[in-house]
């Protein structure tokens, strides 16, 4: 099969097209013949070998990068049930990885269904990315009636953030870098404020957009200036959802800044967005529902598999909108 190969750390030029023995269904497993694969920035820093920025280690090498797959069963593993046999399915391989390749394997117990009418890329963006979006829109806590400034919101979470808070009756204000981002994202919900944080004045632009009411909750996974501008339109009592720091250093706020407007800060990461009944699965499931309802559909960029060091570049330099896909 062919795949991309990793056998050091360093650069996106680390990703190279190969062609590897065939991955086999063990028992309990199942083959996935690959039609999308998930680009995440973690993918991004497993890749350069920056571990402390990792909720685990660092793999050995070589190896086949990804963790996010989506595809048709070609092949079970002994035990398997037979109705898998042909099922278009998606699924998060966990703590593996081999998602960069045609064929990818995981325990059945992990694949959920790919709902009617959904394709594999949208599958594949929901499965982890939109998982994640779901567990910190639950840890923020919205109510309909409050407004909320989402950054970059033409991002994967961002995108999927801003219309599921959109249908809810939030109203959503959508911040992106760029004219033609912060054009996708004033399309993605009606209502929907956009604004340009490439523009200096993209605050003042905020407030004379809302025409004086205050910001109750900002959702922040970008970090650094970008991120103190945010919290600085904050109305009085608001809070800070912390769940990244896309732009290299978090979001400098202090104790004394927090007590000054009386807002609240609140990380929502690893276990504090998982729910406790139903761990990750349920985020997953909740995430994929509202793809099949139609409430959310996520942005992609795709490119070919052999791209992977394309994909991996435009991620990191902010070139791609919502999630980035790798298409074998």
């Known amino acids: 099969m ?3 190969e990793q056998t050091r750390f360093g650069g996106p030029e680390e990703l190279r097209r190969t062609e590897i023995p065939d991955v086999e269904a063990a028992p309990g497993f199942v083959r996935i013949r690959v039609e999308a694969a998930g680009v995440h920035l973690i993918d991004a820093q497993v890749r350069s070998g920056v571990a402390e920025a990792l909720p685990f280690s660092l793999p050995e090498l070589p190896m086949v990068p990804g963790r996010e797959v989506a595809g048709t ?4 593993g002994e035990g ?3 109705s898998w046999a042909g099922r278009r399915v998606v699924t998060h391989l966990g703590m593996a990885f ?6 990818a394997v995981r325990e059945v117990e992990a694949l959920h269904a790919i ?11 929901m499965i982890g990315t939109g998982r994640t979006t779901v567990g910190i829109l639950r840890r923020a806590a919205i109510e309909t009636d409050e407004v909320v400034l989402v950054l970059a919101a033409g991002g994967g979470i961002g995108a999927i953030a801003v219309q599921a808070l959109a249908a809810r009756g939030v109203t959503v204000v959508g911040v992106a870098g760029g004219p033609e981002k912060t054009a996708r994202v004033a399309a993605l919900a009606p ?5 340009d944080y490439l523009d200096p004045d993209w605050p003042s632009r905020v407030r004379q957009r809302l025409s004086g009411r205050d910001i109750n909750v900002v959702l922040d996974g970008v970090g650094g200036d970008v991120g103190r ?13 912390l769940f990244g720091w896309s732009a290299g250093d978090v979001t400098p706020v202090s104790v004394a800044d927090l007590y000054a407007r009386n807002a609240t800060a609140m990380v929502a990461l690893g276990s504090s967005i998982i729910p406790k009944r139903g761990g990750i699965r349920a985020l997953e499931t909740e995430a994929l529902r509202l793809v099949e309802d139609g409430v959310v559909r996520p942005l992609t960029t795709a490119f070919p598999l052999g791209r992977a060091a394309d994909a991996h570049a435009a991620l990191q330099s902010r070139a791609t909108v919502g999630k980035v896909v790798l298409i074998p």
């Open 2 to 4: 062919y795949a991309i």
């Open 73 to 76: 069963i070609d092949r079970l």
């Open 80 to 82: 398997v049930d037979p």
């Open 98 to 103: 081999g998602g960069y390749a045609e064929l």
């Open 115 to 125: 709902p009617e009418g959904v394709s594999p890329e949208v599958a594949v963006a």
């Open 191 to 195: 209502g929907v404020v956009a604004v």
């Open 229 to 241: 501008a945010a919290f600085d339109l904050l109305g009085f009592g608001g809070r800070i959802v």
